[in-house]
């Protein structure tokens, strides 16, 4: 019985030991909005607005704008936006994303909670709760967003390669089908005031050279929907100039954002959606 229950033991937590050497990032937002474990700067910054990042101060805008608040998180507390601004919040990007150079065939993992709902919460246009950018938007982007003119909004998830890549005859965004556009749509309302809803989302094979970039979205741990087929080149030539952007015209709550140096698969995702105490299990040992 005794061999039994350590088999079972090690079954369960090698898993957990896999996420862990995986996980790059995470900030848990309990004490502080700066980032609890990181391979970079663990300091969330701000900037006057998205083209002034480079000389961004350290900490957060005012507190009617952004705030931590104690105990409202999924695990503890939680990044709380409370009014939109051009001020732009962000974490310095490279070795917090597992980047080191413009690796060929470069893949990650963004695990994060939301709670909000968008019909009541959100003002008018596009709001993108998470992005990964390098200092211009044209040289692509990895990015969560709900749209502007939809009713119940959509959700969708999307990577933007070099825009010649994915949309050379500079299309329309919502004038494009499905098919057209690199993301994951999710089209019914899947977001609550009363509960919290976990976002995972992956991303594989950027910067291949080929067409065969692609990015997965799970919710509560469940896999929606994928995008595949693309030639997803980033011009991110400076990685230690990208950055993971929070909050952009977002109104709700952030908690548990972590971000991993691979694609998990769909079991590693489901494991994340149900830690008890969130990613704080997944810190590698202090040495």
């Known amino acids: 019985m005794r061999f039994v229950l350590l088999l079972l033991s090690v079954v369960l937590l090698a898993p957990a030991a896999e996420l862990s050497r995986a996980l790059v990032f995470h900030a848990a937002f309990e004490h502080s909005a700066d980032a609890d474990y990181a391979r970079g700067d663990r300091r969330i910054f701000t900037a006057e607005d998205r083209g002034k990042r480079d000389t961004a101060a350290p900490g957060l805008p005012a507190p009617e704008f952004v705030r931590v608040v104690a105990g409202a998180g999924r695990f503890g507390g939680a990044l709380e936006f409370r009014?939109?601004?051009?001020?732009?919040?962000?974490?310095?990007?490279?070795?917090?994303?597992?980047?080191?150079?413009?690796?060929?065939?470069?893949?990650?993992?963004?695990?994060?909670?939301?709670?909000?709902?968008?019909?009541?919460?959100?003002?008018?246009?596009?709001?993108?709760?998470?992005?990964?950018?390098?200092?211009?938007?044209?040289d692509g982007a990895i990015f969560v967003e709900f749209t502007k003119d939809h009713t119940p909004r959509h959700f969708r998830y999307g990577i933007f390669p070099v825009t010649s890549f994915w949309n050379p005859q500079n299309k329309k965004l919502e004038e494009m089908t499905d098919a057209e556009r690199p993301m994951v749509p999710v089209r019914r309302p899947i977001f609550s005031r009363e509960r919290w809803t976990h976002i995972l989302i992956t991303f594989a094979q950027l910067n291949s050279g080929e067409s065969d970039g692609r990015g997965t979205l799970f919710v509560d741990g469940e896999r929606i929907g994928a995008s595949a087929g693309w030639n997803h080149t980033l011009n991110w030539t400076e990685p230690e100039r990208t950055a993971l952007v929070l909050g952009l015209n977002y109104t709700g709550l952030i908690d548990d954002l972590a971000v991993f140096d691979r694609e998990l698969t769909a079991d590693e995702a489901r494991l994340v959606f149900k830690l008890p105490r969130g990613v704080i299990e997944l810190h590698p040992p202090k040495s």
């Open 83 to 138: 009014a939109s601004t051009k001020q732009q919040v962000f974490y310095r990007g490279g070795a917090n994303l597992g980047l080191a150079g413009a690796p060929r065939g470069w893949g990650g993992t963004l695990s994060f909670w939301l709670k909000l709902d968008p019909e009541r919460d959100l003002a008018p246009g596009y709001c993108d709760p998470i992005q990964l950018v390098a200092p211009k938007w044209a």
